[in-house]
């Protein structure tokens, strides 16, 4: 299985740029006074491959980086071999949940828009294991129950010291949408409400009188990482999906986001429909 880009290579490729950059030098010429190839320093910028922590402080020393600043790039290079819990896993798993997994791991917000179902972070198991049965046709129990189990686990980012913010814009449809049956749903929709009382979890839903907006194509999720250009989205596809960090891929849909959040319900609005909606008859 190939392994996705993680946070850290990511962060460490665009800051080892920029430094070179800075410094008014050549891939060539960087390369050179360090003894790595053009061909190399250049793997090392664009996040892929592995990379040798004395030859990122070495380039850093070129550089004429702070102390501090090279100390925190050669942990990055330390740390970016480290691999994720889902890696232990006896079963394996979709490829793009292995990126996803691995960007995940270390974002600092998601902001996301769901068309279908309520986002995967704030499902309770019933509600995913109805999900999942329901995406995957003639899936095997055990095979549901394994992907259920890592969405849960999943979950676990939002119990950190430091969780990231979760940003939700949820179409009505997904509100309303009984998925797993009537008491699946009432729980559910109880459990988005929980939800809804931390503070790093914000949810808007998009009423139907809204009309066109500007993401009727379908549901995604922008993957924030610490600085812009480490951003990521992620769009659902049938069978799995699809990643994009090009700068006028993220602007589209940032800019979509930005318009959702705008035509959708206030925070208290969307709290109160979302309970009104559980208090009606199935």
């Given at each position: 299985m190939a392994v996705g880009p993680t946070t850290r290579r990511r962060q460490l490729g665009a ?92 974002v600092v917000r998601e902001d996301h828009y769901a068309s279908v179902y309520v986002p995967g972070l704030l499902q309770t198991r019933a509600y995913a294991e109805a ?152």
């Amino acid at each position: 299985m190939a392994v996705g880009p993680t946070t850290r290579r990511r962060q460490l490729g665009a800051d080892l740029r920029r430094l070179r950059e800075v410094k008014g030098l050549t891939l060539e010429e960087a390369g050179a006074r360090v003894g790595i190839s053009k061909a190399t320093l250049s793997r090392y910028e664009t996040k892929e491959g592995t990379v040798k922590w004395p030859a990122v402080d070495a380039l850093c020393r070129e550089y004429g980086a702070s102390d501090e600043e090279r100390g925190a790039l050669v942990e990055l290079a330390k740390g970016a071999k480290i691999q994720g819990w889902w890696r232990s896993l006896a079963d394996p798993i979709p490829e793009s949940m292995n990126l996803m997994l691995t960007l995940e791991d270390e974002v600092v917000r998601e902001d996301h828009y769901a068309s279908v179902y309520v986002p995967g972070l704030l499902q309770t198991r019933a509600y995913a294991e109805a999900v999942h049965r329901a995406s995957e046709v003639q899936c095997p129990e055990r095979e549901v129950q394994h992907m259920v189990d890592i969405r849960m686990k999943r979950q676990e980012l939002l119990e950190r010291d430091e969780p990231p913010h979760i940003w939700s814009v949820i179409d009505e449809a997904a509100i309303r949408r009984i998925v797993g049956g009537p008491q699946v749903m009432r729980d559910q929709l109880r459990h988005l409400l929980d939800m809804c009382t931390r503070p790093n979890i914000t949810v808007q839903v998009l009423p139907f009188s809204t009309g066109a907006h500007a993401a009727a194509v379908g549901s995604f999720a922008i993957l924030r990482g610490p600085t812009p250009e480490l951003d990521v989205v992620y769009v659902d596809l049938l069978g799995g999906g699809l990643f994009m960090e090009k700068p006028q891929e993220l602007d589209r849909y940032r800019l979509a986001f930005q318009y959702l959040s705008a035509q959708a319900l206030d925070l208290e609005s969307s709290k109160e429909l979302i309970h009104r909606i559980n208090q009606e008859p199935s």
